[in-house]
């Protein structure tokens, strides 16, 4: 019995194929991310061999991969080379890993794979925009995501994601069950309180609060939780990092020389908690003009990915100034949902593939150190 029907390939050397040939072939194709073969990184699955034809499984770290189609056809061209061998289907999937960090006792979120934390060191750059639009991307490239809002001062989740008026309800358990927009689910303390209620709390009672709203809730099953951190460094980021398992942050800067300044001071708070970053983006990095392409450098340009040499970080990507994106989010539809195929759009769904790399990356560090590997990059620094 044939598993794939009739190969239209001209037929190969007789001889049977054997799953070690097929395995050592594979080992050629090293993920560009992770620097380790396919096979050793444990992403095939299902192998099997029947008169010729071979089909697996490439089980990636995360659907938003942004080399999964040259990983599968780096696979199909080295098995197809296998003397016998007459036809190869490969299918991709992906299964995204929990972060784990064994330096410390935070508990994990149950359900939750991974939790992303989204800063800035000053307001003002965006910060907002990038982790909805980010969420609302991951969520359109597959992966089952949350967003929280951490703001508890200023929260401004609900209006972007087109849920203002929305209440969020609870169990009898007494857990939040959390809203969904544009396929993300969702938690505000802007739903609990109403969009014109004050918050005049003192900073213990914000860092319980967003402990709150990480750990009662009922968020089933996430690849990922972005959290939208309120600006600068105080009780919120703080309470969040020593108290959640944070997989890493991400710093959204623009490209002026004081905001600049801000983001370094929100890496180093990051780096002092033990969290790895992920990387550094440029918000409103140029203005392209609608009628004529030209681009112009309104906040000058360049600062972020400076940056992110100086300090030895990824660098995750330039994000257009554009009034397309800032309607979105004052009507509540990201331009990731609303205008999908825009270039705005595209430069989110870059950005969230190379989060989702650098988390996949973060986690394997672990893992690699966990296991005696030397450590595959320096995305934390030195650890305490």
């Known amino acids: 019995m044939k598993l794939f029907g009739k190969s239209a390939e001209a037929e190969a050397p007789a001889g ?7 395995l050592n072939a594979l080992r050629q194709v090293i993920d560009p991310d992770l620097h380790r073969n396919v096979v050793d990184l444990g992403f095939i699955k299902e192998l099997k061999i029947c008169d010729g034809h071979v089909g697996f499984h490439m089980e ?11 990983l599968q056809k780096a696979a199909e061209d080295v098995v197809m080379a296998v003397p016998g061998v007459k036809q190869v289907k490969v299918t991709m999937t992906a299964q995204v890993r929990q972060n784990k960090d064994p330096w410390s006792d935070r508990a994990p979120v149950p359900g939750v794979a991974n939790i992303i934390a989204v800063a ?10 990038v982790a909805v639009n980010l969420a609302v991307a991951l969520a359109r490239q597959g992966a089952k995501v949350g967003l929280m809002d951490a703001d ?18 609870g169990t009898k358990e007494g ?43 009922q968020w089933g099953e996430l690849d990922y939780l972005i959290i939208d951190m309120p600006p600068g460094t105080g009780d919120a980021q703080l309470s969040l ?39 550094i983006v440029e918000n409103m990095s140029y203005f392209a ?84 590997f030397i450590p595959l990059n320096t995305l934390v620094g030195p650890r305490a």
């Open 16 to 22: 049977d194929v054997t799953e070690e040939a097929v």
């Open 60 to 70: 990636l770290t995360t659907p938003a991969c942004p080399v999964k189609d040259q």
């Open 120 to 129: 800035s060191g000053k307001g003002g750059v965006g910060k907002s925009t």
């Open 152 to 169: 508890i001062y200023g929260p401004s989740i609900p209006l972007m994601m087109g849920a203002q008026e929305e209440r969020v309800r």
């Open 175 to 217: 857990h939040m069950i959390p809203l969904e927009a544009h396929g993300v689910k969702i938690v505000s303390i802007g739903f609990l309180l109403g969009k014109d209620a004050p918050v005049v709390w003192r900073g213990p009672m914000v860092g319980r609060a967003v402990q709150q709203l990480v750990r009662d809730c």
């Open 241 to 279: 990092g020593q108290g959640v398992p944070l997989a890493g942050g991400v710093i959204v800067t623009t490209p002026q020389d004081i905001a600049l300044l801000d983001a370094g001071r929100g890496l180093s708070m990051f780096r002092e908690l033990k969290v790895p970053v992920l990387g």
């Open 289 to 372: 003009c609608p009628h004529c392409g030209e681009k112009t450098n309104i906040f000058s340009h360049g600062g972020g990915r400076t940056t992110a040499e100086r300090l030895k970080v990824p660098f995750l990507g330039e994000i257009p100034l554009d009034v397309d994106v800032r309607i979105g989010g004052d009507t509540g539809a990201p331009i990731a949902a609303s205008q999908p195929e825009s270039p705005q759009a595209e430069a989110f769904m870059d950005l969230a593939s190379r989060v989702a790399a650098a988390a996949s990356i973060a986690a394997m560090d672990v893992k690699a150190q966990e296991e005696g």
